[in-house]
T-cell receptor, first 114, second 113 residues
């Protein structure tokens, strides 16, 4: 079946440091799934951070970037300089084009220290 | 995301019956219920498209969804169990194909005593 594996949290970094949260996926019955990053800030609901539907493309939002790499089946989330307000739980997710079912990874809690 | 509203936001129950409500003002045709238990990712429970239930995951029969119109989604829960303690997210998308990324509401946090 489809699955998503991401960096186990919590990940703690200091403000202005760089960040990478790893995500790899397995999609057994589809060659090119849609890939997403969702974020959940404390006390809030899930928000779509970015999505990429074409292999080889990069998505970006709020200073975060992720590149869809079909060779390594990866979709790592990166940011050059984090802020304390980036503290949240980040979910890598995989979706099918045909039925819009979204598979979420276990989530990675990010703690940014001032 | 204030365009998808859920009520109530917090719910504490004994073994009672209750309904969760969700409404979206985005003109979306597809609506979803997701359950997120502590330390776990969100898991799809139900999906409606154009008011028709098209995916019914393996959830206990005490959970009954209802979609009275394309902008509103309900989740009726009868005789809740402690394992039902979780955050229930409503989500919606334009449709169910063509790379839709569901938008989520803020969730209803259910605590079962």
């Amino acid at each position: 079946g489809d699955s998503v594996t991401q960096t186990e949290g919590p990940v703690t970094v200091s403000e202005s440091e760089s960040l990478i949260i790893n995500c790899t996926y397995s999609a057994t019955s589809i060659a090119y799934p849609n890939l997403f990053w969702y974020v959940r800030y404390p006390g809030e609901g899930l928000q779509l951070l970015l999505k990429v539907i074409t292999a080889g493309q990069k998505g970006s939002s709020r200073g975060f970037e992720a590149t869809y790499n079909k060779e390594t089946t990866s979709f790592h989330l990166q940011k050059a300089s984090v802020q304390e307000s980036d503290s949240a739980v980040y979910y890598c997710a995989l979706g099918r084009n045909s039925n819009n079912r979204i598979f979420f990874g276990d989530g990675t809690q990010l703690v940014v220290k001032p | 995301n204030t365009k998808i509203t859920q009520s109530p936001r917090y719910l504490i129950l004994g073994r009672a019956n209750k309904s969760l409500e969700c409404e979206q003002h985005l003109g979306h045709n597809a609506m979803y219920w997701y359950k997120q238990s502590a330390e776990k990712p969100p898991e799809l429970m139900f999906l409606y498209n154009l008011k028709q239930l098209i995916r019914n995951e393996t959830v206990p029969s005490r959970f009954i969804p209802e979609c009275p119109d394309s902008s509103k989604l309900l989740l009726h829960i009868s005789a809740v169990d402690p394992e039902d303690s979780a955050v229930y997210f409503c989500a919606s998308s334009h449709g169910t194909v063509n790379n839709q990324a569901p938008l989520f509401g803020e969730g209803t946090r259910l605590s079962v005593l």
